[in-house]
């Protein structure tokens, strides 16, 4: 069973950066695809991005393409989110999650493991 973590999370103002990460506990980190999802309150768990096992692929839902990067060290067993330019419409949790195949992606349903959340509030 794979455990992730993630961090980094925080308050920031409208136009600002954060990095997020998720650690795994796996050691086989490198065989998963892993994505990034968030839940604004009172709305339904989003799909925020994804990134193959190898890292060569990525995928971005079109509200977050050219403001979030994803990218992994499987070294260091960890998958990044990377978001600039944040609105106050990207105030949610996030939450990393992980996947054996890809595709589907952006289904939060075709992922096995999930973390246990980071709040990120942007404010304008």
């Known amino acids: 069973q794979v455990q992730l973590v993630e961090s980094g999370g925080g308050l920031v103002q409208a136009g600002g950066s954060l990095r997020l990460s998720c650690a795994a506990s796996?050691?086989?980190?490198?065989?998963?695809?892993m994505g990034w999802f968030r839940q604004a309150p009172g709305k339904e768990r989003d799909f925020v991005a994804a990134?193959?096992?190898?890292?060569?692929?990525?995928w971005y839902a079109d509200s977050v393409k050219g403001r979030f990067t994803i990218s992994r060290d499987n070294a260091k067993n960890t998958v990044y989110l990377q978001m600039n330019n944040l609105k106050p419409e990207d105030t949610a949790v996030y939450y990393c999650a992980s996947k054996n195949r890809w595709d589907r992606v952006a289904d939060q349903y075709e992922y096995a493991y999930w973390g246990q959340g980071t709040r990120v509030t942007v404010s304008s």
């Open positions: 990134i193959t096992a190898s890292g060569r692929n990525t």
């Open positions: 796996e050691g086989a980190f490198s065989n998963y695809h």
